[in-house]
């Protein structure tokens, strides 16, 4: 595994609509890892993945983002996914008239590596969907239109094994999920895993997706700052005590500034 960050982001301050939500947070990520960003809801943890991404309707106020060696802190979204970086929405959006296959036909165009024919791709995506249990008639539906939950969240996999990102940043991705579901999503991220040791951050407030998966790093994240971090070993004690400790800790700091 490489010492040197994929993903540094260093004191990074954002805001929305005036209001800070990040203040001076700190994350880095080597390649092949995954993390975890855990804490309450409201904690900013979403806003983090959509500030990394390139999020317009989010300001940097200071601190940087760099990614595989360059400051992207002022690319644009569609230049930071085509450098490698992914993220899947918490809420997948809609898009009528839109089918399937061409929204991901469309988002591997002009991409270095990922180039296929009409033959290959239509046998590509089928091997994924396959890999996903997911019933290839659903390519020729409309984007999202009707889909349930777990099936937007199957989407949002095929789209991650096909596009194969450095860095995949996964929102809330158990959110609302069975256990069927939430089973083909774990296999969705190992499978991305083996198949380019692509890096992960997973965003969650809930530890029912990382019992099968190796875990790297684990961040606490209360009030837009990260609290706490340690390794793999922090998520049974969540499971166990939860985030009030933190909390807590949070507003004493608070308070002393």
């Known amino acids: 595994m490489s010492t040197e960050a994929l993903l540094s982001v260093s004191n990074l301050t954002a805001s929305v609509d005036e209001k800070t939500i990040l203040h001076g947070v700190d994350l880095s990520v080597r390649a092949g890892e995954t993390h975890v960003l855990m804490g309450p809801n409201g904690a900013g943890k979403s806003t983090m993945g959509h500030v990394i991404m390139g999020d317009p309707v989010y300001t ?3 601190g940087t983002i760099a990614f595989d060696g360059a400051d ?3 690319l644009s979204c569609d230049k930071r996914s085509r450098a490698g970086l992914f993220l899947s929405f918490q809420a997948p959006v809609e898009i009528p008239g839109v089918p399937l296959s061409s929204f991901l036909r469309a988002s591997i ?3 270095p590596g990922l180039e296929m024919r009409g033959k290959e791709f239509r046998r590509r995506v089928k091997e994924l969907a ?3 249990d997911m ?4 390519l020729n539906r409309e984007l999202g239109v009707g889909f ?3 099936e937007k969240k199957k989407v949002e996999m095929l789209q991650l094994l096909l596009l194969q990102p450095k860095l995949a940043i996964l929102d809330e991705t158990d959110s609302g999920l069975d256990v069927d ?3 083909v999503v774990s296999r969705g991220m190992d499978a991305y895993r083996a198949s380019c040791d692509g890096s992960l951050i997973i965003i969650t407030h809930n530890t029912r997706i990382l019992e099968h998966l190796s875990v790297d790093r684990v961040h606490v994240m209360v ?3 990260i609290v706490r971090e340690d390794d793999a070993s922090l998520i049974p004690w969540i499971d166990e005590h939860g985030f009030e400790s933190f909390e807590r800790e949070a507003a004493d700091a608070a308070e002393a500034r």
């Open 60 to 62: 940097v106020n200071e």
């Open 72 to 74: 992207i802190t002022e």
């Open 109 to 111: 165009a002009g991409r």
């Open 130 to 132: 396959a890999q996903l």
């Open 135 to 138: 019933d290839t008639a659903y």
């Open 148 to 150: 349930s939950g777990g």
């Open 181 to 183: 579901a939430l089973s």
């Open 223 to 225: 009030g837009g700052r």
